[in-house]
Structures are given as structure tokens and as C-alpha cells.
């Protein structure tokens, strides 16, 4: 096997094409990983969720990662890696363009509200008290690999 | 779609069964992510990786975030979730122990050294130089929540 740095503009395709990944926050420098489904448009990834605690650790610190993978196998793979800060996109009016075109573009995903709308029976009255948190990723850096099978790195 | 709270054995299996995850560190309350196939043996999770930007901020930094999922659509998923302390198993004594039982359980893996030997060929000959880090996550916590389809949250 070898390993292929991918170019930024194969990193931005890879990330378009999964729709989907891992996002870490962190606080305390304690990380914290949750899947979630995600739309890409320029400099930002846009998605939402329901207020939690992952809300609460990218409110207090913005710094984030998202990686996206697709493995097939231990030598035939790609995973891509952002570094990035959360904006939250408020409900105000200085926030209300944005908002809606995130809106907007994660509307054009089937079944875009699912995972982001989880509620376990225990606490679904309280979570639903509370609208959705719309947000964006603003990508600092981004880089990726790609596993090629069957050729020996030199 | 309802979403159920998993035991501690339903997580751990979910663990065992996947044996491939997503691992996070932090440093600087920076997070990041990468993709790694692991092994579960009581309440530790073993694995190893070349030395890195990984290693260094989880020797800085132990603690960690491991995640797996399995999602078949927005409505039938599950999501284990682990917070632990990385453990490297040095080359040492000590660690001789841990360190063969970390190396004879992942040998039971196919492919196993693939992903954590991944190399670039710009950055190979540097890495090839040191050996791999082997190293276990003592699990502090777990969690897990399943998707349900077809059912509605009460």
C-alpha cells in the first residue's frame, strides 16, 4: 500500500461526496465525538442539532474537527480532516441570511433533519422545548489521504 | 424513529464488534480525529500507530474520545461513545507485560498493522525509523444510544 497526500480541491470533493462524519469538540481538553450529516458550500460546512452538551463544549470553545473516511479495506481507503471553528447562526437578524441558506442547503439532504434531531425518550420534552441549533463549520485547514492498494510505498 | 439508551454490555459488544472506530485527542483544547482499528479486552481497548501528531498530543494529553457507529440510514443507527486515558505500553520492563498482550491481540486482526502503519511516501523514511507505539484506552466511560425505525419518541 501507499499513501497519496490529496490535493485541497480532492479534500473539498471527498468532503461533498460523504455528506457525512465524525465532528470532535472539546472542553477541558477532554475531546468528544459525535457522527453527524453535514453540507458543504465554499469556506464553511453547514449542519445543525438539537441544544446538548455537544452545543454547549463548541459554544464555550469553537475549535472543532470534522474527519470524513470511506475504508474499504486496511490498504484501500480515504480520510479527510478539518480543522475548523463553529458559528452558531442565531435566530436574530444580523444571523437571519445565513440561517436560511443553511436551512436551505440542508433541506436538500433526504432525511436531513434525522440525526441531528435525536431525542432519547428519557429527556424528549425537554429537548423539544428547544429548537434546532443551525451552525456552520469555517474551515481553517483541511487535509487528506488516500490508501492505494497494491503498490509499495517508496 | 425512537432512540434507546444502550446498556454497558450492549456498548461494549457494539465495541467488540466493530473493532474499527474513530479516535480523538486534544491539545490546546484543539481537537482531532483519526480513524483506528482497535481491539476490546476488559474494560481496556488496545491498538497502536506510528509515531505522530496523534501520539504526541495524547502523550501530552491523555485524555480521549473513541467512537463507533453503524448507520444504515438517518433512522436505524447506533453510536457508542468512550471517554478514557491513554496508556502507552512502552518498550520497557514494565510495560513488557501489557505491551505482548496488546501485540498478540491485535495480531488476531486481519490486516492488522495496516492502518496504524500508514505512512506517507513523502514522510516515510523518517517514520520508518522508530517502531510502532503500542497502547491501550482505559475507559473511564461509556455510552451508547440505538435508532430505531418505525417507532415514534413518546
Same mark, same amino acid.
Given at each position: ?57 463548541? @459554544? ?9 473516511? /470511506?475504508? *474499504? !479495506?486496511?490498504?484501500?481507503?480515504? %480520510? ?28 436538500? @439532504? ?9 431525542? /432519547?425518550? *428519557? !429527556?424528549?420534552?425537554?429537548?423539544? %422545548? ?25
Amino acid at each position: 500500500m501507499n499513501v497519496i497526500q490529496m490535493t485541497r480541491t480532492e479534500c473539498l470533493e471527498s468532503l461533498c461526496s460523504a455528506g457525512f462524519g465524525r465532528l470532535a469538540c472539546a472542553f477541558d481538553n477532554q475531546p468528544y465525538i459525535v457522527p453527524m450529516y453535514f453540507v458543504v458550500e465554499g469556506d464553511a460546512i453547514y449542519s445543525f442539532a438539537l441544544p446538548g452538551q455537544k452545543v454547549q463544549w463548541m @459554544r464555550h470553545n469553537p475549535r472543532v474537527c470534522l474527519e470524513t473516511d /470511506s475504508v *474499504k !479495506n486496511g490498504s484501500d481507503w480515504t %480520510s479527510v480532516v478539518v480543522f475548523g471553528r463553529f458559528d452558531e447562526l442565531c435566530d436574530t437578524p444580523e444571523s437571519m441570511q445565513e440561517r436560511a441558506r443553511a436551512h436551505e442547503l440542508l433541506q436538500r @439532504r433526504p432525511m436531513w433533519w434525522e440525526p441531528g434531531a435525536v431525542v /432519547s425518550a *428519557k !429527556n424528549a420534552d425537554q429537548k423539544r %422545548s428547544h429548537g434546532p441549533i443551525f451552525f456552520r463549520i469555517l474551515i481553517d485547514s483541511l487535509s487528506g489521504f488516500r490508501g492505494v492498494p497494491g503498490i509499495e510505498a517508496k
